[in-house]
């Protein structure tokens, strides 16, 4: 069964950088595998962050490209997400997806 597990979230100011990552376990199909980044902000629906396919080919939501960096590390089964000049509207659990599983979620704050 497979198990994703987010960490890195926290509280930063708005300008400030995070780094978030997910590391599977319990597949060993974690490298042919896309692997991605959702978020969740207050009273919004779930969208998508940034994806990466099995090749390391990023995709990112219009409103973090530039900003954010997508990166998986398969001998490490981990998927990041760097995040740099955050915002205020970036405040939202982030969720790591792939293989048809979701993860439980780290909460990111920014403040103002």
């Known amino acids: 069964q497979v198990q994703l597990v987010e960490s890195g979230g926290g509280l930063v100011q708005a300008g400030g950088s995070l780094r978030l990552s997910c590391a599977a376990s319990?597949?060993?199909?974690?490298?042919?595998?896309?692997m991605g980044w959702y978020r969740q902000g207050p009273g919004k629906q779930r969208e998508l962050v940034a994806t990466i396919s099995s090749g390391g080919i990023p995709n990112y939501a219009d409103s973090v490209k530039g900003r954010f960096t997508i990166s998986r590390d398969n001998a490490k089964k981990t998927v990041y997400l760097q995040m740099n000049s955050l915002k205020p509207e970036d405040t939202a659990v982030y969720y790591c997806w792939g293989m048809n599983n979701w993860g439980k979620g780290t909460l990111v704050t920014v403040s103002s």
């Open positions: 319990g597949s060993i199909m974690f490298s042919i595998n896309a």
